[in-house]
């Protein structure tokens, strides 16, 4: 088994991804959990409303004591250099925050993120990736840090209340 899963992070995901399915019940009861091939795609439901990634409150660095939701990291590459959530396939990103769930369309993002974020202005830390790119040491991955109101203000979305 993977030392990620049963990880304090993986698990937190897996209870948000609960909490967010109770609130699709309610607007899609004939909603379904992905399968394990689909979540390898970040899928994690089928709706009426398209497949969704559901993506739970980060820390920004390693060192925070706690979640936040003011700032949220996108993930252009993966771990492996392979296509990250956000130029994947899934048609709807899911964003937890305290008191609600914050959805855009993926493609939305991804544009707006595109002409946002500096991705060739590399910086070496978490927290200097604020619109720029990042990868963490020994892996190939290439995220960026954005502000989660920025995007509200200028990304179509939805907001469900917990």
Not at 18 to 36: H, I, N, S, W
Request: proline share 1%; charged share 35%; aromatic share 12%.
């Amino acid at each position: 088994m993977s030392k990620w899963k049963n990880s304090e992070s993986w698990n937190r995901g897996q209870e948000v991804e609960r909490e967010f399915a109770e609130l699709l019940r309610k607007r899609d009861p004939d909603f379904r959990k992905a399968t394990k091939q689909e979540q390898y795609r970040h899928i994690d439901y089928h709706s009426y409303f398209g497949t969704i990634d559901v993506k739970a409150k980060k820390r920004i660095s390693r060192s925070d004591s706690s979640e936040q939701d003011d700032l949220i990291w996108l993930e252009f590459k993966n771990v492996q250099g392979k296509k990250g959530w956000l130029t994947g396939e899934t048609s709807v990103i899911a964003f937890e925050r305290d008191n609600d769930f914050v959805l855009f369309l993926r493609k939305n993002i991804l544009y707006w993120a595109q002409r946002k974020c500096d991705l060739n202005n590399k910086v070496s830390y978490s927290r200097d990736a604020l619109y720029k790119g990042y990868t963490r040491k020994g892996r190939n991955d290439l995220i960026s840090i954005v502000n989660m109101q920025e995007m509200i203000d200028e990304v179509a979305h939805k907001i469900w209340k917990k």
